[in-house]
């Protein structure tokens, strides 16, 4: 079952009390250099995202496990992993750890590496389609581990009536069998993916205008060297 929050009607808790529930939600974080309206942007998705879980929480039961796609181990290394990989979760995530919530391991190094590895191989360009399917299966079997190592974290520490949080890129992620799921998908989110794209229409329209702009000055400037040549040829004194 997956319910996305806010666009359709909330569980009851007589619906998901004693069940393992996984709230689902995106990893934002806006780059430094970013303008004022987009951290501001994405500052209210985790807002709401806060806000979100929160209600599910007072039917559902406090957040105990949190999981991050992409950041392996757990504990204390996690929490400084997401500090620097997304301040506003990390910001959300401190009260609940306080009252309990723990980060559990949810990504193993060796396989994630790999994975990693095999991804940039096959996109540097080969020129061998034997060396390509070589990479594709290994990448393949890498990601089969990864997808089963993720799968079994999750349905070996999230216990019996507990909720936990869950960070990833993929809100339709198979979770293991009993477990409710919850997209945690805010209009904010929304917001954010629109903004974006408008910047990038609007960066590429410049960037198109800058184009066009540089082959003008250069037709210009080819037509008055050919203008030059001709009165040059012309046999004919012209002033310079």
């Given at each position: ?6 666009k359709i009607q909330k569980p009851s808790s007589k619906d998901i009390i004693g ?116 990479i594709s299966e290994e990448l393949k079997t890498e990601s089969e581990s990864r ?94």
């Amino acid at each position: 079952m997956s319910d996305e929050i806010g666009k359709i009607q909330k569980p009851s808790s007589k619906d998901i009390i004693g069940k393992r529930k996984a709230f689902l939600c995106v990893l934002l974080q806006a780059p430094p250099e970013a303008s004022k309206e987009l951290h501001e942007l994405v500052q209210k998705y985790w807002d709401a995202v806060d806000t979100n879980i929160t209600n599910l929480e007072v039917k559902a039961g406090a957040v105990k496990r949190i999981f991050i796609e992409g950041i392996p181990g757990k504990g204390e290394d996690v929490s400084v992993s997401l500090k620097e990989a997304s301040l506003g979760a990390w910001n959300i995530l401190q009260d609940r750890i306080t009252s309990g919530a723990q980060f559990e391991e949810f990504e193993n190094l060796d396989i994630l590496q790999k994975v990693i590895d095999w991804s940039k191989c096959l996109n540097v360009g080969l020129s061998n389609r034997g060396v390509a399917e070589k990479i594709s299966e290994e990448l393949k079997t890498e990601s089969e581990s990864r997808i089963e190592f993720i799968t079994a974290s999750i349905d070996n520490n999230l216990k019996d009536g507990e909720s936990c949080i869950i960070f990833s890129g993929n809100q339709e992620i198979n979770l293991p069998e009993g477990i409710e799921k919850f997209i945690i998908s805010p209009p904010e989110l929304d917001m954010v993916a629109q903004w974006v794209k408008n910047a990038q229409a609007a960066m590429e329209a410049q960037m198109k205008e800058q184009f066009e702009a540089q082959q003008k000055a250069a037709q210009n400037v080819n037509e008055g060297e050919n203008e030059q040549q001709d009165k040059s040829d012309s046999g004919i004194w012209t002033p310079n």
